[in-house]
């Protein structure tokens, strides 16, 4: 078997991301396996990977995800709704075909997080849908050097009320019923928790505005605040849910973890530098995207007609 990379390789626009393209009829996990460390040295060197051309199903991707992490990762407190489709393989975010999920990386919500993110495409949309990226090494430069010493100095406190049929429900964040086991999980994940008297659940958690990567000990932009923040529904829009819940009682937002609030010109500029960094590539059916979850962003744009993007998580397992 020959290495998975050879002069055909191709890169995502304008992006360091290589796309690996099939050598005839290879089957997808011997392939993997013979390339394991190379694979792992791309990730790591590049942040992402696009395998393209190979026979995939649900099962084949989850192997995959083991093989390159060390094993799934279920979702758990969990900020957006998704579908479990196959032993902790879920579908991608179930927004509206119509709203575009901006760029940002998976769970940088908390303090702990995947490092290993990995999509399969079922099925491409008929128009867009593409799962835009952007290069975090970048990003993080396009941030004024003096917001980022804010974000790394002061962390980032995210704010949740989880009210009945808006957002959420604490039940499909925490997956329980129960609310022992929400205030354990609270307890052991040093997370701020209240029931209101009026039965309503709210937490607090502070957490990192940037984060070391574990190989190069880089500084990286590692936070979602640009998400939580309640401008990022809109001025209109925020406005509204001010009026009508007060800010203490917002479905979602992002103060500093020291709880003052977010200059919105710095989440203005938090925004414009993702925006900047965006690059597109079109699914294909079969497609496997890897990324290294600190190192590249990734995002959702508008779609039509049917899609089908399945998702999974590891702790990505680097060649020593």
Same mark, same amino acid.
């Given at each position: +078997?020959?290495?998975?990379?050879?002069?055909?390789? &191709?890169?995502?626009? *304008? #992006?360091? !991301?290589?796309?690996?393209? &099939?050598?005839?009829?290879?089957?997808?996990?011997?392939? $993997?396996?013979?390339?394991?460390?190379?694979?792992?040295?791309?990730?790591?060197?590049?942040? &992402?990977?696009?395998? /393209?051309?190979?026979?995939?199903?649900?099962?084949?991707?989850?192997? $995959?995800?083991?093989?390159? #992490?060390?094993?799934?990762?279920?979702?758990? @407190?969990?900020?957006?709704?998704?579908?479990?489709?196959?032993?902790?393989?879920?579908?991608?975010?179930?927004?509206?075909?119509?709203?575009?999920?901006?760029?940002?990386?998976?769970?940088?919500?908390?303090?702990?997080?995947?490092?290993?993110?990995? %999509?399969?495409?079922?099925?491409?949309?008929?128009?867009?849908?593409?799962?835009?990226?952007?290069? +975090?090494?970048?990003?993080? #430069? *396009?941030?004024?050097?003096? $917001?980022?010493?804010?974000?790394?100095?002061?962390?980032?406190?995210?704010?949740?009320? @989880?009210?009945?049929?808006?957002?959420?429900?604490?039940?499909?964040?925490?997956?329980?019923?129960?609310?022992?086991?929400?205030?354990?999980?609270?307890?052991?994940?040093?997370?701020?928790?209240?029931?209101?008297?009026?039965?309503?659940?709210?937490?607090?958690?502070?957490?990192?505005?940037?984060?070391?990567?574990?190989? #190069?000990?880089?500084?990286?932009? %590692?936070?979602?605040?640009?998400?939580?923040?309640?401008?990022?529904?809109?001025?209109?829009?925020? /406005?509204? =849910?001010?009026?009508? %819940?007060?800010?203490?009682?917002?479905?979602?937002?992002?103060? @500093?973890?020291?709880?003052?609030?977010?200059?919105?010109?710095?989440?203005?500029?938090?925004?414009?530098? !993702?925006?900047?960094?965006?690059?597109?590539?079109?699914?294909?059916?079969?497609?496997?995207?890897?990324?290294?979850?600190?190192?590249?962003?990734?995002? *959702?744009? *508008?779609?039509?007609?049917?899609?089908?993007?399945?998702?999974?998580?590891?702790? =990505?397992?680097?060649?020593?």
């Amino acid at each position: +078997m020959e290495s998975i990379l050879d002069e055909h390789m &191709a890169y995502i626009g *304008r #992006s360091r !991301f290589p796309i690996a393209l &099939a050598k005839g009829r290879q089957n997808l996990l011997a392939t $993997v396996e013979y390339n394991f460390e190379q694979l792992a040295e791309i990730l790591f060197s590049r942040g &992402a990977i696009l395998l /393209r051309g190979f026979e995939v199903d649900r099962d084949s991707f989850g192997a $995959v995800v083991d093989r390159l #992490s060390g094993g799934r990762l279920d979702y758990v @407190y969990r900020s957006t709704p998704r579908t479990g489709v196959a032993d902790r393989i879920f579908t991608a975010t179930n927004y509206p075909a119509d709203r575009e999920i901006p760029l940002h990386c998976e769970e940088a919500y908390q303090r702990n997080w995947p490092m290993l993110l990995a %999509f399969y495409c079922e099925l491409p949309a008929q128009e867009g849908g593409e799962t835009p990226l952007a290069d +975090m090494r970048k990003v993080t #430069s *396009r941030i004024d050097p003096a $917001v980022v010493q804010r974000f790394r100095q002061r962390g980032v406190c995210y704010v949740r009320n @989880y009210l009945d049929g808006i957002d959420l429900p604490w039940t499909d964040v925490f997956q329980t019923e129960s609310r022992a086991d929400v205030e354990r999980y609270c307890v052991a994940h040093d997370i701020q928790y209240d029931w209101r008297k009026d039965g309503v659940l709210r937490t607090a958690h502070v957490c990192q505005g940037t984060a070391l990567h574990p190989k #190069s000990a880089e500084e990286l932009w %590692f936070n979602q605040a640009h998400l939580f923040h309640v401008s990022s529904l809109g001025a209109g829009v925020a /406005r509204d =849910l001010i009026e009508i %819940f007060g800010l203490e009682g917002l479905p979602r937002n992002a103060v @500093y973890g020291d709880g003052g609030e977010i200059a919105p010109e710095d989440l203005g500029m938090i925004r414009a530098a !993702f925006d900047q960094e965006r690059v597109t590539f079109r699914w294909q059916k079969n497609d496997i995207l890897l990324l290294d979850n600190m190192q590249v962003a990734h995002g *959702r744009l *508008r779609y039509s007609g049917r899609r089908s993007i399945l998702v999974a998580m590891g702790g =990505l397992r680097f060649r020593e």
